[in-house]
């Protein structure tokens, strides 16, 4: 599967985003979906997955209550809806499909497939 994220840009500390993650390929309606976040000089780090279903969704502590995934199997296309954004929210966010089909996509799971990332810049 091809996966493009999109909808990153700048925005102020308390400023809603809402990205993109359009797929291609691979019969989306099978794969668990994940994004992940990589701030300037950290390493990269699970932020919400979605499983293949969409049913059960998974988000790391530091986004739980603000961030919010979801998934359109009509367009192939994983969202990830980001409200009340932080400073520290600041990082290039990629999407990824879990790597098994019919997988969870928990922060547990093997991710392949990594699309091309999207810059989110908060201000403070």
């Known amino acids: 599967v091809q996966l493009q994220a999109s909808g990153g840009g700048l925005v102020q500390a308390g400023d809603s985003l809402r990205l993109s993650c359009a797929a291609s390929?691979?019969?989306?309606?099978?794969?668990?979906l994940g994004w992940f976040r990589q701030p300037p000089g950290k390493d990269r780090e699970f932020v919400a997955g979605?499983?293949?279903?969409?049913?059960?969704?998974y988000y790391a502590d530091s986004v739980k209550g603000r961030f919010t995934i979801s998934r359109d199997s009509a367009k192939n296309t994983v969202y990830l809806q980001m409200t009340s954004l932080k400073s520290e929210d600041t990082a290039d966010y990629y999407c990824?499909?879990?790597?098994?089909?019919?997988?969870?996509?928990?922060?547990?799971?093997?991710?392949?497939?990594w699309g091309q990332g999207t810059l989110v810049t908060v201000s403070s």
């Open positions: 979605i499983n293949w279903i969409g049913r059960t969704t």
């Open positions: 990824a499909a879990d790597r098994q089909e019919f997988g969870s996509a928990s922060r547990w799971s093997t991710f392949d497939s």
């Open positions: 390929g691979r019969t989306f309606s099978r794969l668990g």
